[in-house]
């Protein structure tokens, strides 16, 4: 017998066994991309739930239990269900509020500016492995290589975080670092720009352009932020989402911009606008 021939039993198997992984590897793929779609839930301010097509569940900008414009059923941070993971994108209290006692609730990771965790952890407001750091230009991928992986830019504007001492009584204010947007790609390409607070800068056209956002969150109220006509000037000229969620207005007297504002100023084409109350749903 010739010595291939001996060889070819043991070809078959490794053929067999080379395609047994491959196609656990696609499977095991498969499951990480998930087969739903991106759900976005809008809770008042900047607050949001995110679930990814893997039912990945994140949540960003988390003032719910005092927040004006948050449902009254969300006002309990239980009813947000599981959470994985909590983004905070700058240390003023309308978007860290409630976001350590999410994150103790469900042992769920927050990441935030790293100048901003520095502080949260040197004070003993959560634990290192709960604050953990990173900053603007920075990705991870907290869930894998085939998860969810988000991208801190720039956002301008400015945080502090302001924390009130048990042994005094008073409140002190803290290094907040350098406040972000998070860009959030699903594991199924799609991506989100949820902008936090910010002003127009220059560099959203160059953002654009790299991570090419297909649904942005964008503020909207003015005072602190953009308001209604500048905002629709980074959507439509530098930006060029396919979709406009407005954010961060009338949950104070200043901020106030409206949707109905921001949609003139868009005009036709381009960006689509979402019209989303606190509490509603958008999937894509």
Same mark, same amino acid.
């Given at each position: 017998?010739?010595?291939?021939?001996?060889?070819?039993?043991?070809?078959?198997?490794?053929?067999?066994?080379?395609?047994? $992984?491959?196609?656990?590897?696609?499977?095991?793929?498969?499951?990480?991309? %998930?087969?739903?779609?991106?759900?976005?839930?809008?809770?008042?301010?900047?607050?949001?739930?995110?679930?990814? *097509?893997?039912?990945?569940? &994140?949540? &960003?900008?988390?003032?719910? @239990?005092?927040?004006?414009?948050? *449902?009254?059923?969300?006002?309990?941070?239980?009813?947000?269900?599981?959470?994985?993971?909590?983004?905070? @994108?700058?240390?003023?209290?309308?978007?860290?509020? +409630?976001? #350590?006692?999410?994150?103790?609730?469900?042992?769920? /990771?927050?990441?935030?500016?790293?100048? !901003? =965790?520095?502080? &949260?952890?040197?004070?003993?407001?959560?634990?290192?492995?709960?604050? #953990?750091?990173?900053?603007?230009? %920075?990705?991870? $991928?907290?869930?894998?290589?085939? %998860?969810?992986?988000?991208?801190?830019?720039? $956002?301008?504007?400015?945080?502090?975080?302001?924390?009130?001492? /048990?042994? @005094?009584?008073? +409140?002190?204010?803290?290094?907040?670092?350098?406040?972000?947007?998070?860009?959030?790609? !699903?594991?199924?390409?799609?991506?989100?720009?949820?902008?936090?607070?910010?002003?127009?800068?220059?560099?959203?056209?160059?953002?654009?352009? !790299?991570?090419?956002? +297909?649904?942005?969150?964008?503020?909207?109220?003015?005072?602190?932020?953009? =308001? *209604?006509?500048?905002?629709? !000037?980074?959507?439509?000229?530098?930006?060029?989402?396919?979709? $406009?969620? /407005?954010?961060?207005?009338?949950?104070?007297?200043?901020?106030?911009? @409206? /949707?109905?504002?921001?949609?003139?100023?868009? %005009?036709?084409?381009?960006?689509?606008?979402?019209?989303?109350?606190?509490?509603?749903?958008?999937?894509?």
């Amino acid at each position: 017998m010739r010595l291939f021939d001996c060889l070819a039993p043991t070809r078959a198997l490794t053929r067999r066994w080379l395609l047994g $992984a491959a196609l656990l590897g696609a499977a095991g793929l498969a499951a990480a991309q %998930g087969t739903g779609k991106t759900e976005v839930l809008w809770l008042g301010q900047a607050a949001a739930r995110i679930t990814s *097509p893997g039912g990945k569940v &994140i949540v &960003i900008d988390p003032w719910l @239990t005092s927040n004006p414009k948050t *449902p009254a059923e969300f006002k309990k941070l239980e009813a947000l269900g599981k959470v994985d993971l909590i983004l905070v @994108t700058h240390g003023h209290f309308d978007h860290f509020a +409630d976001a #350590p006692a999410l994150s103790q609730m469900h042992k769920a /990771p927050m990441y935030g500016p790293a100048g !901003m =965790n520095q502080s &949260i952890t040197a004070l003993g407001i959560l634990p290192v492995e709960l604050a #953990p750091r990173f900053g603007k230009g %920075g990705t991870i $991928a907290p869930f894998g290589p085939n %998860g969810v992986k988000i991208t801190a830019v720039h $956002a301008e504007h400015s945080s502090e975080v302001v924390w009130k001492n /048990p042994a @005094t009584s008073k +409140d002190e204010v803290h290094v907040g670092g350098e406040p972000v947007g998070f860009i959030l790609e !699903m594991e199924n390409g799609f991506k989100v720009w949820h902008m936090g607070d910010t002003a127009v800068f220059g560099d959203m056209t160059l953002i654009g352009r !790299m991570y090419k956002p +297909d649904l942005v969150m964008i503020p909207i109220g003015g005072h602190f932020v953009m =308001n *209604p006509a500048d905002a629709a !000037m980074a959507v439509r000229d530098m930006i060029k989402p396919r979709f $406009a969620l /407005p954010i961060h207005y009338g949950t104070t007297p200043v901020l106030r911009g @409206t /949707p109905a504002e921001f949609k003139e100023a868009l %005009g036709q084409g381009g960006a689509q606008m979402l019209a989303v109350e606190p509490g509603q749903k958008v999937e894509f």
